[in-house]
């Protein structure tokens, strides 16, 4: 067990949590979102994704949005680009980080982009190449770590080897997302054990939706091994797509809570991020899924 | 590291839940509560408390409800028990078990019943001692283990001196409860591993409330130190009286399925528990506080 002495925070509210909440939020809401995370603290927050305006309505105005917000110094703004069509629209209002994603479950791939894991590696080879020839940072996502709605049970050594390959073809950072959030903490523990022996575990992330309350708790087990990076929604927006009315990310207020009181830095606002989510949840008409913002609004 | 091969869950939903629920649930529902949870296959079942009728109106029927019980065989149903009264009052209807609780901060003791910790022992040592020589079960409280909405810190040392007091007079359990749900695993696991020092681990149990989201990782970083008791309460029931609004005890749904998870028997039947909380929450016109329960619920 080595805890480690601060941790960094990759804010998803904009992109996973908005992407999965029914109200349409307006271009204006988006980038006022951002610029109030990167003024509390946040150091990395992904701001939209260049998908297909036609797959994700939600992010129709990723051009709009990513062109918004005030590029603060030190804050990386990941976007995700699905394809060379979504490079070529970020590249084009200057995105400087994306990221690139992949299940680890074949039957999910199968279901969503009709592909194998292969083959749908291979379709964003051409991305990865040319963002290296760029210069542009490249994330990768691994979603069903944990779980897949399709096939249930992902054999770890299928985790461990899109793993591997996204940080082979120069992902810097690859995060590991228990997508439908079923894991429970040994479970999340054994599977970034088996990557970290693939993986650098400074090039690892984590990235778990509250679905089934699991989230905080598996953080912990993570933590414990050693992970560093943790991907959070603010509000803990979204919600599961394959169970509605399910809670979504894990919200980045109680990861926050969680990871101050413990004595690792995360060099956020908690305060001021608490009411940032509130206003967020206002905007969306929804009450806020974190348990930490409900307690500050309380008193 | 020593995580238990099992974990008896004591189940606090119908006496902590409903005493800081605002709706008076009808007593024919609180015996419906109770009966379907031992059928969930729950061991302990905290029935009520036998506090005055003027101080816990929520609990005024606390006779009529543990008499109006289905004792299964081999559950156990402790009641509180606050004075001699209350003592009196659960003998006539049958009791076999009882609790009693302390805060271990000052402060909390002083405010709440205006004595200090060692005075609000000594009044409840005529309780312990008829308890003793009527061969009544005694399971023991301490309170406010990680915080207080009073005094702020808690020093680990007054937590560690109350339950060794409580297990010297006869508790075959202590139960260390974080009223305010401040606590983070580390805090959590601390205070743990020094009570643990003067009290044998199979004689302690572990109470914590979500109010900061806290309580899963709580309870994980407590199982690796090897805890094999835990309080909960079934659709989380019951808010914070420090905080209104806030998120109330774990709930017994998450918990169980966390502990499932990691391969720790619980016998507790989860897809039944989850509808008894959803019914619940119906009856108490609110929503379910267990995010397994909204996930079985959403699908």
Redesign the interface.
């Known amino acids: ?1 080595s ?1 480690p002495a601060s941790v960094r925070i990759v804010e998803v509210g904009a992109r996973d949590g908005l992407q999965n909440e029914k109200t349409i939020v307006p271009t204006a809401t988006k980038i006022e979102l951002i610029d109030r995370l990167s003024a509390c603290g946040l150091q990395t927050i992904e701001a939209t994704s260049f998908v297909s305006p036609k797959w994700v309505p939600q992010l129709a105005d990723a051009a709009e949005v990513y062109t918004g917000i005030a590029k603060r110094e030190g804050v990386g703004y990941p976007v995700l680009v699905p394809n060379e069509k979504g490079y070529d629209r970020a590249r084009e209002v200057g995105v400087t980080e994306i990221a690139v994603f992949s299940a680890a479950s074949e039957a999910f791939n199968r279901k969503n982009i009709n592909a194998s894991i292969d083959e749908s590696i291979e379709r964003f080879l051409p991305v990865l190449e040319r963002a290296h020839a760029d210069g542009v940072k490249v994330r990768g996502y691994v979603s069903t770590v944990l779980g897949c709605p399709y096939q249930g049970e992902v054999p770890v050594a299928d985790v461990v080897r899109v793993a591997e390959r996204l940080h082979a073809l120069g992902c810097y950072e690859v995060s590991l997302g228990d997508t439908i ?1 079923v ?5 999340a523990r054994s599977m970034l054990r088996a990557v970290a022996e693939a993986v650098p575990m400074q090039a690892l992330a984590v990235h778990f939706h ?5 989230a ?2 598996n ?3 993570c933590l414990e091994e050693g992970v560093a990076v943790v991907d959070s929604a603010v509000s803990g927006t979204g919600g ?1 797509p394959y ?5 979504g990310n894990v ?1 980045t207020e ?1 990861v926050v ?2 990871l101050e ?3 690792i830095a995360t060099g956020v606002d908690l305060e001021a991020l608490a009411q940032t989510g509130l206003w967020l949840s206002a905007e969306l008409g929804r009450s806020t899924s ?3 913002a ?2 500050i ?3």
């Open positions: 067990m805890l959030g894991g429970t903490p040994e479970k509250d679905t089934y309350g699991q905080l708790a953080i912990h087990a599961c169970a509605k009315g399910a809670t919200a109680d809570y969680m009181g413990m004595g974190s348990r930490v409900k307690a609004a309380s008193h």
